[in-house]
Structure formats: C-alpha cells, structure tokens
C-alpha cells in the first residue's frame, strides 16, 4: 500500500471503459482535476495496469470484455497494494439490482451515464478523501501498535534488570555465606564446634535462599525499592536471616 498523502499531480486514477469516447471524455475530466489518467480498453488491462502502478481511485465500465468492472474492482482489492482503493463505477446499467450487486462486490460508489461533470467531480474528490482518510488511519495504527511493541519490550528490560538485580543482592548474600562455610567445613574436623556452626549456617541459607526463589515466582512488578543511583530492584518481603 502507497503511504502518505500524495500531491494532486500524483494522483493516477485508472480509467477502465470498452467504450473509446466514454475513455477520451473521462480522461479529459481527470485530466482537468490534475490527476494523472491512466486509460485502458478491458477488463484485463485494468487489472495488469493496478499491477504495475496501482492506482489512488478507479473508475470502471460495468459491462467490458472478459473481466466485468465488479470483477475488476474484486481483483483489484484482493491485492495487498490495493485494499483501499476506491472503485466508481460508472456504467449505462442503472437498475437497483446492478446497483446492489456492485456495491456486494466491493464497489464504494456508483454513478450512471450520462453523468453530471459536476457530480462526477464531486464524486471523484469525496472518494480521494476517504482513501486519504483511510490511508492516514492505517498508518497511524500502524505507529501505535510500533510504539505499543516498543514499550513492552522496554519493559520486558526492565523487568529483566530487576530481577538480574534483585537476584545478584538479594541470592548475592546468603550464597556468599554458604560458600565461606562450605570452605570452612572442608577444613575442620567434625567434632569442631566451628564445624556444626558453619554446617548450621549452610543450612540456613541455602532455607533462605528458597524463600526468596519462592518470592521472585510471585513479586509484582510494581512492587520496587531503590538499589543505588537511579536503579531499581524488585521488592520482597523480609526472608529469614541466617542466625548468627
């Protein structure tokens, strides 16, 4: 799909007519209106041209050899590229049953000939609004769902930090004990009363330890205290101290 707003010169609007002087008269009209016309004889034509440079409006014959203007219009909205384009048609078949059925199809407005120049031009102006319309709300959904990716990604981070933060003070402390006592337990005999402490305190720590992995599993990610400078760790609740 073409982004943004494009000038009026820019504007191609694909005009699709088995007729030649019904082509001539259209093109001449969007011409005028500062549009770039992009004429074809059928159905086929119209299709390979929305292929190569889709068009911001088109205006097709009802009735044309091999593809009808309501399977013009099918195809053309089918296409990625072409979603929102708005199709006039602009055909002799006037009957409420045409009407219904093209509008079924897709089609977003209908006009029959002879037409009104003036009506055709008012026409042809309210459908580049609602395309612009349409365009500029696609895209700003599209920065919204970035922007949207954006923050929870930011704080994914976040959390990330916290928890890598919250794990390094808080499992810092008691792993750094169990691991001094397990030193001082390779080193003494037994009977050592130094020996009973350091495995008693192990044995506290590594408790300890499993409180606050028990902690972490259901911390809130508002819940915060303040670590050092600006950072932040997650708050748990007061797990047993090791006893001295």
């Keep these: 799909m073409e982004q943004g707003t494009p000038q009026e010169g820019e504007r191609r609007i694909l005009i699709a007519d088995d007729d030649a002087d019904s082509r001539v008269i259209v093109a001449s009209v969007v011409s005028l209106m500062g549009y ?3 004429v074809v004889a059928n159905g086929t034509e119209a299709v390979k041209a929305s292929q190569e440079q889709m068009p911001h409006l088109a205006i097709l014959d009802y009735m044309m050899p091999d593809l009808s203007g309501v399977e013009v219009c099918s195809l053309i909205k089918n ?6 384009v708005p199709v006039l048609m602009l055909t002799a078949r006037d009957t409420v049953r045409d009407k219904v059925s093209a509008f079924e199809e897709g089609v977003d407005d209908y006009l029959t000939k002879p037409f009104n120049y003036q009506e055709f031009q008012a026409r042809v102006k309210a459908l580049l ?6 365009v500029r709300l696609r895209e700003t959904n599209d920065e919204l769902r970035l922007m949207q990716q954006r923050l929870v990604e ?7 930090g916290q928890l ?12 750094s004990s169990i691991l001094l006592n397990c030193y001082l337990v390779e080193q003494l ?3 050592d009363p130094k020996f009973i402490g350091a495995l008693a305190a192990i ?7 499993g409180e606050l992995i028990n902690q972490l599993r259901t911390v809130k990610a508002s819940d915060r205290e303040g670590y050092y400078g600006e950072t932040e ?8 101290a090791p006893k001295k």
């Design 36 to 38: 770039t016309p992009i």
């Design 79 to 84: 296409n990625e590229s072409g979603e929102f």
């Design 129 to 134: 609004r609602v395309r612009d319309l349409t």
């Design 154 to 160: 930011k704080e994914r981070q976040l959390a990330v």
């Design 164 to 175: 890598a933060g919250t794990a390094a003070h808080q499992l810092g402390q008691p792993l």
């Design 189 to 191: 005999p037994k009977t």
């Design 203 to 209: 044995k506290s720590d590594t408790k300890r330890m």
């Design 233 to 240: 760790i997650l708050k748990l609740g007061d797990a047993e």
